[in-house]
C-alpha cells in the first residue's frame, strides 16, 4: 500500500471535481491511501506561461513547501504534472533561488500524472474498470509531448471492460487550447478546435476522453456548443468507473449550458 | 548611420529591413483564417511535405544521434562565435575572398550596394536568401538604380506577383498552381499564353524566363546555409540549379550571411548535410549542394566577398536562454508541423521569419516589444521542438519571452490578484465559491467577461459543479 | 570604430567570460566506415530520383554514352578517359570555352569525385575529368561515369574523401524543385536529364582519380 498525495490542480478542484473524486476513489479502491494536502492550490502554470513568471514564484514555492513532505504526488492533469517538472525549477533559478529550484526539482521527481502512476509505478494497466460505451482518447500535448506518457492511457482503456475504443484521427494534432493561447489567439484556437471536433465527430464515439480537463474543457465547449451529442469525460473517471459504482452517465463532465 | 557602441549587444534597427509587422498576430490572423485558398493551400502543403519528411526520417536509423550532434555543434559554436568568425574571415582571406563586417541592415544594403556600383553593373541575380530578405536588400538596390532578380522558383513567383514570402523554405507557398499559373500569365515577359497549370509546365516556363538572366548577368547575390570557419568554405544547398548558376557564371560573387551560420570543422558538415534536406524538403539529399573555399582559379566568379551580418544577432546571443534560436539551420520543419502555421500562413507573422522559429526569433531580433504578440502565436503544443532538427526548445523561449513582453496593466493587476489569492487558501476557496455565485448570479451559460470572453465565444463555459473538490473532501 | 570591432565587441560582451575550448561533440551516428556500401541501393536511389542508371564493364562506356548522346555535341572535360567517348559524338573539349559555346552544347561527359548510396548522391570536385563547375550546369543532359569502388555508404563517408581544396558540387538527381505545392518536379534550371554510368571496379583504370584528387 501506498500513501499518494492527490496534487488536485486548480482547474479540477474549481470546475471538475469529478475528476479528482474518480481519482481518490480509484486509487483507493487498488488499495492506496490518498491524502490531500490542503495548503495546495495552482502550480502557477497559468501565470508562467502568460508571461509572469515573478507571481508565478509565489505559487511554486507555496507548491513546492505543501508536497515536500510526500513521497508520491499524483495529479489527473498532463500538463500541470509537466509545469512541475518543466517549469518549476525554471522559474525559481529564474529568480536567482537556487535552493528553492533544488528543492523544486525533488518534489518534481515525485510527482506523476495518473496513467503514468498506474502503469510505471503501480505497475497496473487492467484497474478492474468496466465502462460500457464508445470512447475515443485524445492525447493531449503536453502528455503526449512533455511527460512523453506514450501509450499508457491507451493500455489502460483497452483493459477496461466494455469499453470500445476508437482511433482518433490525426490524434496528435493540438486542440488549440493552450491555456492564454485561447484567450489571445480565439481565433485560431477555434480554427484548430473545429478540426479537432471534426476528427471527435467521425470516430461516432460518445464519449472523448483525455488525461487533461482543461483540453476536455476545451474540446468539451465546443462540441457542447454544436449540440454535438458527444460528451468529454476525463481519463480517471472513466478507469474508476465499475460495475457496482459506474460514472454518472447523465450529467456530462463539460459543456452544460441552461 | 547607426551609433554602434562597442561591447553593447544591439537589436535590429527600426525602418529598414523586414523583421517587424505592420499589426499585432491575432489581427493578421483573423483575416488569413477567414481565406478559404490560403486555407486549402497550407493545409494540403504542410501535410504533403509532413509525410515526405517523416517516411524519409524513418530510414535513417542514427537521427537520434544525429540531432544530438547538431544542437552540440551548434552550442560549441555560439559559445565560441567571435573566435570562429575570426578564424573564419582569415581562411577566407587566405583563399582569395574578401570579408565585409555589417553591424546592422543599414551597413550591409551599404556594402552591398557599393560593391555592386563598383562593378559597373546594374542587375543583379540572386539565389533565395532569408537573410537579404531579411535586410530589405531589394529594395536598397533597387533605391539605387540596380535591378535584383530573383532566380528561386517561389522567390520569382512571390517578386511576380508583387506579393511577399509566406514560409522559410517555399516562400510561395500560399499559391496553388492555378494561382501560379495566372501570376505567370499576366507578369512573366513572352511567357507562352498556352501556359498550363501543370507544375512540369510552370517550372519549365521559369527556365525559359530566367535563361538569358543567368547567361549574361555579371554579379550575384546569395546567402549561405554553412560557413566552415576552419577552412573557409561556404555552402549552399538548393534544388533548382538556379543557385549554382549564380554561384559559378557571375564575375563577383555577393555572399551575405547571419554571423551564427559559421560551424567549427569541415567533418561538421556531415552532420547538417544529412539533417537539412531530410527535415527540409523531406528528400534525402537535396539535388544541388555547393561548396566553395575563396576563388578558385578558372573557375567561377574571380572576385567573392562575403559580408557578415550581426543585426541583432549580438542581442540573442547575450540571453542564455534565446540564445539557442541562432542554432536554427532553416529547415523549416516546425513551420510545416506547426498547427498554428497551418492555419494562418507565413504573413500574419508580419515578419520575414514565420512559424514557431520566427516567433522566437522576430521579438529577440528586433527586441520584443517591436514583436510583443508573437510569442504569444503559439498553442504551446510542442510539435515544433520535436521536429527540430537541431533541437531548438522553442516552447521553453516562448515562455521565456512572454516574461519580457510588455503587458497590458489590466491584465498585469488581475495576474498578480489572482497570484495572491492562490497563496492564500482561504481566500482562494472563497474565490472558488464565487466563481459558482458569479455563474448563478447571471453570467449562466455562455458568457465571461472580456477578454476572456474570446475564448467563450464559440465554446460553452462548463456548468460550475455544486461543489468543489475541496468542499467534496472536507464532507467526506 | 570598424564595424568589425563593434561586432566582436559586442559578442563578447555578449557572451562574457572567458573563451571556453572546442566542445567534444559526442558523435553518436554512423561516422565514416561504419557502414557497408550497398550498390544495389545506390541504384535504386538514384532511380528514385529520376536519374537513369546504367551499369556496365569500362571497355562498354563508349556505347553506352552513344546510346545516349550519339550524334551530339557533347563537352568534354580536359581529363576525361578518352576511351568513354564514341566516335559517333562531336566532342567539344573544354579549354576556356565561351559560357554561350557551353550552353549550346545538347550534353557533358564527366568523372565523378566520389558518390554516396544512401543518398543517391554524386560528388563532383573539379579534378581534370570532371573540369569547371559550369560545364556540368549548363548543358541539359549530364553523362557522370562512376567506377563502383568510387561509391561510398554515408554522406560522412563522402565528406572524408574529398576536401576544400577545390570547388565541390553534389549532385542528387536531376535538377528539380518543390516550390508548387510542396511536390517535387523534376527539370528546372540545371541539367533535365542526369545519366550515371556505373563501371564495375576492375584493376588497371585508366585514371586514378585517388591521386589526382590529391594533386
Ligand atoms: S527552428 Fe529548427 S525546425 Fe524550425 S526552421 Fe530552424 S532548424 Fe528548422
Known amino acids: 500500500m501506498m500513501r499518494v498525495a492527490l496534487f488536485v490542480t486548480c482547474l479540477a478542484d474549481t470546475l471538475f471535481p469529478q475528476a479528482a473524486i474518480a481519482t481518490v476513489r480509484l486509487l483507493e479502491r487498488l488499495g492506496h491511501e490518498v491524502v490531500f494536502p490542503e495548503g495546495q492550490t495552482c502550480c502557477g502554470q497559468m501565470h508562467v506561461n502568460t ?23 499524483v495529479a489527473p492533469s498532463g500538463s500541470c504534472v509537466g509545469s512541475v517538472r518543466h517549469q518549476h525549477a525554471t522559474v525559481a533559478r529564474g529568480a536567482g533561488d537556487e535552493r528553492l529550484a533544488g528543492r523544486a526539482e525533488d518534489v518534481a521527481a515525485r510527482t506523476y500524472e495518473l496513467s503514468e502512476f498506474l502503469v510505471d509505478v503501480l505497475g497496473v494497466t487492467d484497474v478492474g474498470a468496466y465502462y460500457p460505451h464508445r470512447v475515443t482518447y485524445h492525447p493531449t500535448c503536453h502528455s503526449l509531448r512533455m511527460l512523453r506518457v506514450g501509450d499508457r492511457p491507451l493500455r489502460l482503456l483497452r483493459a477496461v471492460r466494455g469499453l470500445d475504443l476508437v482511433e482518433l484521427p490525426q490524434a496528435e494534432q493540438c486542440c488549440g487550447f493552450g491555456g492564454t493561447f485561447a484567450v489571445k489567439n480565439a481565433d485560431t484556437s477555434t480554427a484548430m478546435l473545429a478540426d479537432k471536433m471534426r476528427h471527435v465527430l467521425a470516430t461516432r464515439a460518445d464519449v472523448c476522453t483525455a488525461g487533461d480537463a482543461s483540453c476536455l474543457m476545451h474540446i468539451g465547449g465546443g462540441l457542447s456548443r454544436l449540440r454535438a451529442g458527444v460528451r468529454t469525460v476525463h481519463l480517471a473517471e472513466i478507469l474508476a468507473s465499475t460495475e457496482a459504482g459506474p460514472a454518472d452517465a447523465p450529467a456530462p463532465t463539460t459543456g452544460g449550458t441552461r | 548611420m547607426t551609433r554602434s557602441f562597442l561591447g553593447m549587444p544591439a537589436t535590429a534597427p527600426p525602418g529598414v529591413g523586414h523583421l517587424r509587422g505592420t499589426e499585432p498576430f491575432p489581427a493578421a490572423a483573423r483575416r488569413a483564417l477567414s481565406d478559404a485558398q490560403l486555407r486549402r493551400n497550407l493545409g494540403h ?44 574571415e582569415a581562411a577566407v582571406t587566405a583563399a582569395g575572398g574578401t570579408v565585409h563586417w555589417a553591424a546592422d541592415a543599414v551597413q550591409a544594403n551599404r556594402i552591398v550596394t557599393d560593391l555592386v556600383r563598383a562593378t559597373g553593373a546594374d542587375r543583379v541575380m540572386k539565389v533565395k536568401s532569408m537573410v537579404t530578405q531579411e535586410i530589405g536588400l531589394n529594395e536598397a538596390l533597387e533605391a539605387a538604380g540596380i535591378e535584383p532578380v530573383e532566380t528561386d522558383l517561389a522567390e520569382l513567383i512571390v517578386q511576380l506577383g508583387d506579393d511577399r514570402p509566406s514560409h522559410i523554405l517555399v516562400p510561395a507557398i500560399h499559391r496553388n498552381r492555378s494561382e501560379i499559373r495566372e501570376i505567370f500569365l499576366r507578369a512573366m515577359p513572352g511567357v507562352d ?64 550571411m547571419g554571423i551564427e551560420k559559421v560551424i567549427p570543422t569541415w567533418r561538421d558538415l556531415e552532420v547538417f548535410l544529412q539533417l537539412l534536406p531530410r527535415a527540409s524538403t523531406g528528400e534525402r539529399m537535396n539535388p544541388y549542394t555547393s561548396m566553395w573555399t575563396g576563388v578558385t582559379p578558372g573557375d567561377g566568379p574571380q572576385a567573392f566577398h562575403l559580408v557578415l551580418l550581426d543585426n541583432g544577432r549580438s542581442a540573442v546571443l547575450a540571453d542564455p536562454v534565446g540564445r539557442q534560436a541562432l542554432h536554427c539551420i532553416r529547415c523549416s520543419a516546425c513551420l510545416n508541423v506547426c498547427p498554428v502555421y497551418e492555419r494562418t500562413g507565413g504573413h500574419a507573422y508580419g515578419s520575414v521569419y514565420p512559424g514557431p522559429i520566427g516567433a522566437v526569433l522576430s521579438p529577440q531580433l528586433t527586441g520584443v516589444a517591436d514583436n510583443a504578440s508573437l510569442p504569444y502565436a503559439s498553442s504551446l503544443c510542442g510539435a515544433c521542438y520535436d521536429a527540430c532538427p537541431v533541437m531548438i526548445d522553442i516552447p521553453s523561449i516562448l515562455v521565456h519571452l512572454r516574461g519580457q513582453a510588455p503587458h497590458p496593466r489590466a491584465e498585469a493587476t488581475a495576474m498578480a490578484a489572482a497570484a495572491y489569492t492562490m497563496d492564500h487558501p482561504a481566500l482562494y476557496a472563497a474565490a472558488q465559491r464565487a466563481v459558482r455565485l458569479g455563474r448563478l448570479a447571471g453570467r449562466r451559460g455562455r458568457g465571461l467577461p472580456p477578454p476572456l470572453s474570446g475564448w467563450t465565444a464559440s465554446r460553452d463555459l462548463p456548468e460550475p459543479p455544486r461543489q468543489t473538490f475541496r468542499q467534496w473532501w472536507a464532507e467526506r | 570604430m570598424s564595424a568589425r570591432e563593434v561586432i566582436l565587441g559586442r559578442l563578447r560582451a555578449a557572451l562574457g567570460g572567458p573563451v571556453p575550448a572546442p566542445a567534444e561533440v559526442a558523435r553518436d551516428y554512423r561516422g565514416p566506415g561504419s557502414a557497408v556500401v550497398d550498390l544495389d541501393l545506390f541504384v535504386e536511389r538514384l532511380t528514385d530520383y529520376r536519374a537513369t542508371v546504367h551499369r556496365c564493364a569500362d571497355a562498354d562506356v563508349a556505347g553506352t554514352v552513344d546510346a545516349v548522346l550519339g550524334g551530339r555535341r557533347v563537352v ?26 557551353v550552353a549550346a552544347a545538347d550534353g557533358v561527359v564527366t568523372g565523378a569525385a566520389v558518390a554516396v548510396a544512401e543518398t543517391g548522391t554524386i560528388v563532383l570536385d573539379a579534378a581534370a575529368d570532371q573540369g569547371r563547375r559550369l560545364i556540368t550546369l549548363l548543358p541539359d543532359v549530364h553523362v557522370c561515369v562512376l567506377r563502383a569502388d568510387q561509391v561510398v555508404a554515408t554522406v560522412p563517408d563522402a565528406l572524408a574523401r574529398v576536401g576544400p581544396y577545390r570547388p565541390l558540387t553534389w549532385i542528387s538527381g536531376p535538377s528539380a524543385t518543390s516550390d508548387i505545392e510542396l511536390s517535387r518536379v523534376e527539370g528546372v534550371h540545371g541539367p533535365r536529364n542526369l545519366h550515371v554510368v556505373l563501371v564495375a571496379a576492375e584493376s588497371g583504370t585508366p585514371v586514378d582519380r585517388e591521386l589526382e584528387a590529391q594533386g
Not at chain 1, 59 to 71: E, G, I, K
Not at chain 2, 45 to 57: D, F, P, Q
Not at chain 3, 76 to 92: E, F, Q, Y
Open chain 1, 51 to 73: 508571461g509572469y513568471p515573478g507571481d508565478a514564484l509565489r505559487l511554486v514555492r507555496r507548491h513546492v513547501r505543501v508536497f515536500a513532505p510526500y513521497d508520491v504526488v
Open chain 2, 45 to 88: 502543403a504542410t501535410a504533403t511535405i509532413r509525410g515526405r519528411s517523416a517516411a524519409v526520417i524513418g530510414e535513417v536509423p542514427d537521427w537520434p544521434g544525429l540531432r544530438a550532434a547538431g544542437r552540440a555543434i551548434k552550442t560549441d559554436t555560439m559559445a565560441r562565435l567571435p573566435e570562429l568568425l575570426e578564424q573564419l
Open chain 2, 193 to 256: 499564353r498556352a501556359l498550363t497549370d501543370e507544375p512540369a509546365a510552370l517550372a519549365a516556363a521559369a527556365r525559359r524566363h530566367l535563361r538569358q538572366t543567368f547567361l549574361s548577368t555579371r554579379v550575384a547575390v546569395s546567402g549561405a546555409n554553412f560557413a566552415v570557419a576552419e577552412t573557409g568554405t561556404l555552402a549552399v544547398v538548393e534544388s533548382e540549379g538556379n543557385g549554382r548558376m549564380c554561384l559559378t557564371l557571375p564575375e563577383t560573387l555577393i555572399t551575405v
Open chain 3, 76 to 101: 568534354v572535360p580536359p581529363g576525361l578517359p578518352r576511351h568513354w567517348l564514341p566516335d559517333s559524338v562531336t566532342a567539344v573539349p573544354d579549354d576556356d570555352l565561351g559560357v554561350d559555346v
